[in-house]
């Protein structure tokens, strides 16, 4: 069974920093791009970044590029992402999914297995 | 490619059809669209993808259609199980992580 476990989330003030982890399972977690997708209270599903099955290729929204940082150990089987400077609006709860590619390149994927979600809070 | 999803809110009963609409302002290259439930407080759950084929241990009430720039999600008989957020996104065109603003389905 694919199960993804996000942790790490918690409060912090605005300008700090957190690092969130997803521990998968039930899978060859090294076959797959993953990606973290996050989602404000009340608000849509918004992609964050992805990551390349050996971690040498990252994409980001442009409101993290250079606060935000994904990356993988696949010995672990182990997704992160380090979260510098943040600000209010990154206020969400943080989601790692599976990505389930359909071609490569240009990267085409849908998310077919979602972890639970942790919520990161930043306030002022 | 913007994903526009419609009603807002759908109000019904258990055991009525619930129709679900997702718009997009170009063509969704191969139909690749993909629908996802996500119940209050838990994380969203794939339910449909490349527009009709349903995911692994999806009911079977649940049908996705269309082509091109017009997708619909079906539900035939509503389970009070199935009264959720739904998102459409598309992965037909690169950036792929678009997803539309979702239709609530709601009791009646």
């Known amino acids: 069974e694919v199960q993804l476990v996000e942790s790490g989330g918690g409060l912090v003030q605005v300008g700090g920093s957190l690092r969130l982890s997803c521990a998968a399972s039930?899978?060859?977690?090294?076959?797959?791009?993953m990606t973290w997708v996050r989602q404000a209270p009340g608000k849509v599903l918004e992609w964050v970044a992805n990551?390349?099955?050996?971690?040498?290729?990252?994409w980001y929204v442009d409101s993290v590029k250079d606060r935000f940082t994904i990356s993988r150990d696949n010995g672990k089987s182990s997704l992160y992402l380090q979260m510098d400077s943040l600000r209010a609006e990154d206020t969400a709860i943080y989601y790692c999914?599976?990505?389930?590619?359909?071609?490569?390149?240009?990267?085409?994927?849908?998310?077919?297995?979602w972890g639970q979600g942790t919520l990161v809070t930043v306030s002022s | 490619i913007v994903l526009t999803q419609s009603p807002g809110t759908l109000s019904l009963s258990p055991g009525e059809r619930a129709t679900l609409f997702c718009r997009a302002n170009q063509t969704v290259s191969s139909n690749y669209l993909a629908w996802y439930q996500q119940k209050f407080g838990q994380a969203p759950r794939l339910l449909i993808y490349?527009?009709?084929s349903r995911a692994t241990g999806i009911p079977n009430r649940f049908s996705g259609s269309g082509s091109g720039t017009d997708f619909i999600l079906t539900i035939t008989r509503l389970e009070p199980e199935d009264f959720a957020v739904y998102y459409c996104?598309?992965?037909?065109?690169?950036?792929?992580?678009?997803f539309g603003q979702g239709t609530k389905v709601e009791v009646k």
């Open positions: 490349d527009a009709s």
């Open positions: 990551i390349k099955q050996d971690g040498n290729e990252k």
């Open positions: 999914a599976r990505a389930k590619e359909v071609s490569s390149p240009p990267l085409l994927y849908y998310f077919d297995y």
């Open positions: 996104q598309q992965y037909g065109s690169s950036p792929p992580e678009t």
């Open positions: 039930g899978f060859g977690f090294g076959n797959y791009w």
